[in-house]
């Protein structure tokens, strides 16, 4: 193909964007009310909407989001902000895709496409298309974000950061350099929420990370370096002050693992008077047979001393076609108005 073919068949796979879901637009009350009297998945999916309510009428309880999985790319971006833009969720755990390849990179104007079609993938790699499902992504903007995660570091003081501190500084970056309003990372560092990505350099941040250390290190210079042990004291830190918690998890993996064992850490830290996490809800794509729980349901989790077995609900669903009629029912609900803003990430500074 020549360039010129190249070139419009790139914009031709290119043409139509994803457009995230806007959970104030519709009030899915009164579906969810009505699933509540079905059964299977319906029924699993009413119930895991009350216990997320419960969290956000609980004054006490602090809720954390958690988020492994490809639902911002597939038009969950904007839902999730708007629950941190509206007080829903006090901490995000996630996965460094989720943060980085997908809503950092919106944050700098980039987008996500639909797939209209999906030619053999060998197709996609000569046109530098990357591809999540039936979802396309440009792979020459993601150097773009991989670039912007060097030019960040490469403005840092040369020392160990943990993920929260770095995707703060992140977002400083959006907002003063951003094309997104709507962006997570954006708003987190607006309203003091921390984001926490226990493997953050599986992502596109990992590219930009490696090459401002090896370009430090040829110039005979200092670099930053990320602390994951970092990451898991100062979440823990959160987990001893807060008490009372609720987590709302989309997808499984390290992010759900690592929320989890703060009790756990807490206890050997000599907390024993820690509370397991007295809410949770959590809906996957799959079942625990290919790992998409990573092999823990919730009530497995009990077991471990993580999880309260009585205010719980797995949910056996595509994240991304249920996750909105839970967030819109909790946000059209409001029980949120009334909570405190706990800014957990101004409590390291």
Same mark, same amino acid.
């Given at each position: 193909m020549n360039d /010129? &073919?190249?070139?419009?068949? =790139? &914009? #031709?796979? *290119?043409?139509?964007?994803v457009e995230h879901i806007d959970i104030t637009k519709f009030d899915a009350r009164p579906i969810v009310d009505a699933m509540k009297k079905m059964s299977f998945t319906s029924r699993d999916l009413g119930r895991? %909407?009350? /216990?997320?309510? !419960?969290? *956000?009428?609980d004054k006490d309880c602090s809720i954390f989001l958690v988020i492994a999985g490809s639902t911002s790319a597939g038009g969950c971006m904007d839902l999730y902000a708007e629950l941190l833009r509206n007080n829903m969720i006090d901490g995000v755990v996630a996965t460094g895709a989720s943060i980085v390849d997908m809503? @950092?990179? #919106?944050g700098l104007g980039h987008k996500h496409y639909q797939a209209l079609e999906v030619p053999d993938d060998d197709t996609l790699r000569s046109l530098l298309i990357d591809r999540i499902y039936d979802t396309y992504i440009d792979e020459e903007q993601l150097q773009d974000c991989d670039h %912007?995660? *060097?030019e960040i570091a490469n403005s840092l003081e040369p020392r160990p950061y943990s993920s929260r501190e @770095?995707?703060? #500084?992140?977002?400083k970056y959006l907002v003063e350099n951003g094309k997104k309003e709507n962006s997570l990372v954006k708003l987190a560092y607006e309203h003091d929420v921390p984001i926490f990505c226990p493997a953050f350099v599986d992502s596109s941040a990992g590219f930009g990370l490696v090459k401002h250390q090896v370009d430090r290190a040829k110039e005979g210079k200092p670099y930053m370096v990320l602390d994951a042990i970092a990451d898991f004291r100062e979440l823990t830190d959160i987990k001893i002050k807060a008490g009372t918690t609720g987590l709302l998890m989309i997808g499984g993996g390290v992010? =759900?693992? @690592?929320? !989890?064992?703060t009790v756990v850490c807490a206890e050997i830290l000599g907390h024993d008077d820690v509370q397991v996490h007295k809410y949770a809800v959590q809906i996957t794509v799959a079942d625990v047979r290919d790992g998409a729980c990573s092999s823990s349901t919730l009530q497995e989790a009990a077991s471990w001393g993580k999880v309260n077995t009585g205010i719980e609900q797995m949910v056996f669903a595509e994240a991304g076609s249920v996750m909105p009629l839970l967030a819109s029912d909790a946000y059209h609900r409001g029980l949120w108005k009334d909570r405190v803003k706990r800014r957990w990430g101004a409590s390291f500074d």
């Open positions: /010129i &073919a190249t070139t419009n068949r =790139k &914009a #031709e796979l *290119l043409s139509t964007t895991a %909407t009350d /216990i997320y309510n !419960q969290m *956000l009428a809503d @950092f990179f #919106e %912007t995660i *060097l @770095f995707i703060r #500084e992140m977002g992010p =759900k693992n @690592f929320i !989890q064992d």
